[in-house]
């Protein structure tokens, strides 16, 4: 038991309330997480494959599959302070709910207590958190996202400040009961609470990722960007990356996108261009914060990858691939008849027999997917074959641009550059992507989810813009450029113009001679493009045609985008700075 006054009471309080038969602090080692693996296995919550080392699949229950917005809520007390985008329920409402159901909401199972860190524990940036949990399965993925032990017990024990993050799946056990290989509680009572003024999370219900593995989404984004408001820094929803020019020259990227842009696979590129490399840094989450010499300085607080699996395959992600060898936890994939996982797309042609994601037997003509669509895999990030040996640098890597991005079938072009730091701004509150099969809703509807923030603000959206527009006042000319990207426009019978995945490091080249200043653009009205001469194609097969049409700016249409980019902003009321309304109506003067 650790000295530490505040944890020690909390977690008394905590077990007085949930009511467990037995604590169990983690020490992060090998041997617990073997140990609860183990377990799991005897029980049959999990499934150990024989093709690679280490490696298991879960199946969830087919009710608990995905992140629940609409159980997601910030708890500010006042209700404007959560802003319009957020769910909202009064904290002593919302507590006196959830305290209720947590009374006794451990009976019959082992309550763990892990202790965190969100960042290499050496890092000025990283913060400390303590998850309470029920479900073992959460602290073997813990094990893998973030760093669990007692190196963090020892920071604790020494005074460091936590985030108490409490968490159970909501399924108490009578004496004598047999448990469900997935124990979770019904939609109406999931929640997963944040309380940002208090830097409090309570989880209740689910035992599924984002829901579930709090030092994520709850922690490194929701309550992080609240911190990071109060505090003078950034916590963003991005993938961080290095590429080197053949020269040698270094450029740290950070990226955001929405669901289904591929962010994954851009944090592993392989570029295609002779000469460049890039190596990742991560691929979610981004803390970042200006350095003693005024640039913007960022670190990877995860130490592992919760990526969607269906989709994932040597052509898509060949180092997604490799980092899967072992030491991985499947969650909702397929199983193979020789004890290895498949999911949709893995291969060019299905095996001819699988058990899928439901325990059930699978063929390819079922027409049913095999894995859930949101099928995920747990891995550990120092497994990734092109992770940087800078990886883990406390002092992080500094950033020369920031990508925001979307899926856009038509209108956008290939890449712009925004004209200054205001006008980003702009650009990252209103990106926007059309719904795909994989993101559910109506596919092809225009979502517009700024910096790819909109489930992950921990606060008013109309601040958050504040936040980014004084960061950049702070930043002066040692900001990072802001580009905007659209990897998925197609042609009028509906062809994909742009050959994506490796070949756009073509387009991250063209992003580095611009910071270099070695590179020429033209002014459009909705920003700086290349001209067809400024990409570097050569080796690729692209008529001049596609090309002309990828960095086509068709005014009229986006003219008629106006209304819509008012709509979404004027959401924000008066809490949407004037400086990007003026962004706003500098954009419709250029579009004449
Ligand atoms: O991840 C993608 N990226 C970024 C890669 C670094 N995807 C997959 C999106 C779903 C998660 C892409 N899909 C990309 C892309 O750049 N581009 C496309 C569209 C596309 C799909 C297939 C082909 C070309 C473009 N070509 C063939 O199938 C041969
Ligand atoms: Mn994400």
Redesign the pocket.
């Known amino acids: 038991m650790p000295s530490n006054y505040r944890l020690t009471q909390w977690v008394q309080e905590m077990a007085r309330l949930c009511q467990p038969d037995r604590i169990h602090w983690c020490d992060g080692t090998k041997e617990e997480y073997d140990r609860l693996m183990a377990q799991m296995v005897a029980e049959g919550r999990a499934i150990p494959l024989q093709k690679r080392p280490n490696s298991f699949l879960f199946r969830s229950h087919p009710s608990d599959v995905a992140r629940m917005e609409d159980r997601t809520f910030i708890s500010t007390p006042s209700k404007d302070d959560a802003g319009p985008t957020n769910n909202w329920v009064a904290p002593d409402e919302l507590k006196a709910i959830m305290l209720r159901l947590y009374e006794g909401c451990m009976r019959g199972r082992t309550m763990y207590i892990i202790p965190f860190s969100m960042g290499p524990l050496e890092s000025p940036m990283t913060k400390i958190g303590v998850q309470i949990t029920d479900s073992p399965y959460v602290v073997c993925n813990m094990h893998i996202m973030t760093r669990v032990g007692t190196k963090v017990l020892r920071a604790l024990e020494a005074g460091a400040d936590f985030v108490p993050c409490l968490h159970s799946v909501g399924t108490p056990l009578a004496p004598g009961q047999e448990d469900v290989p997935w124990p979770c509680a019904p939609m109406e009572q999931k929640y997963i609470s944040h309380f940002p003024e208090e830097n409090l999370i309570w989880s209740y219900g689910s035992g599924y990722g984002g829901n579930a593995l709090l030092g994520k989404k709850c922690f490194a984004l929701r309550i992080a960007s609240a911190m990071a408001r109060r505090e003078g820094w950034m916590a963003e929803h991005m993938l961080i990356l290095r590429l080197i020019s053949p020269e040698g020259h270094q450029y740290h990227i950070a990226a955001a996108f929405p669901s289904?842009?591929?962010?994954?696979?851009?944090a592993?590129?392989r570029p295609t261009l002779p000469g460049w490399r890039a190596e990742c840094l991560g691929d979610d989450i981004a803390w970042m914060k200006i350095g003693p010499d005024g640039r913007l300085y960022a670190i990877n607080p995860e130490s592992g990858f919760f990526g969607?699996a269906p989709?994932t395959s040597y052509?898509?992600?060949p180092a997604a691939m490799d980092t899967l060898w072992g030491n991985v936890i499947f969650t909702n994939c397929a199983l193979t008849d020789d004890g290895d996982v498949w999911w949709d797309r893995m291969t060019p042609e299905p095996p001819p027999h699988l058990i899928d994601w439901e325990g059930q037997d699978w063929t390819p003509d079922r027409g049913t997917p095999a894995a859930h669509p949101n099928a995920r895999f747990t891995a550990p990030t120092a497994q990734c074959p092109v992770i940087s040996p800078d990886w883990e640098k406390p002092e992080g890597v500094p950033i020369d641009i920031f990508i925001f991005g979307g899926?856009r079938a038509t209108m956008v072009p290939l890449v712009y550059e925004a004209y200054n730091w205001d006008h980003g701004v702009f650009l990252g509150a209103t990106q926007s992507s059309e719904k795909?099969a994989?993101t559910f809703g109506t596919v092809g509807v225009l979502r517009r989810d700024p910096f790819a923030m909109l489930p992950f603000c921990g606060y008013h959206m109309g601040d958050y813009f504040a936040h980014w527009l004084q960061m950049g006042d702070r930043l002066g000319d040692k900001a990072p450029r802001i580009f905007y990207v659209n990897?998925?426009r197609k042609d009028p019978e509906g062809r994909?113009l742009?050959?994506?995945?490796?070949?756009?490091s073509r387009v991250l080249a063209w992003m580095c001679a611009r910071v270099d200043g070695k590179v020429g653009a033209v002014e459009t009205p909705i920003g700086l493009l290349p001209r067809p001469e400024d990409l570097d194609l050569r080796g690729l097969d692209m008529p001049p045609e596609n090309l002309r049409e990828l960095l086509r700016v068709d005014v009229d249409a986006w003219r008629a985008e106006i209304p819509d980019i008012e709509r979404h902003l004027a959401q924000f009321g008066d809490r949407l700075p004037q400086r990007l309304r003026e962004q706003l109506w500098q954009l419709q003067a250029r579009l004449g």
């Open positions: 289904a842009c591929g962010k994954t696979n851009l592993m590129i969607v989709g052509r898509t992600n899926r795909t994989a990897w998925f994909w742009w050959p994506g995945y490796g070949e756009n």
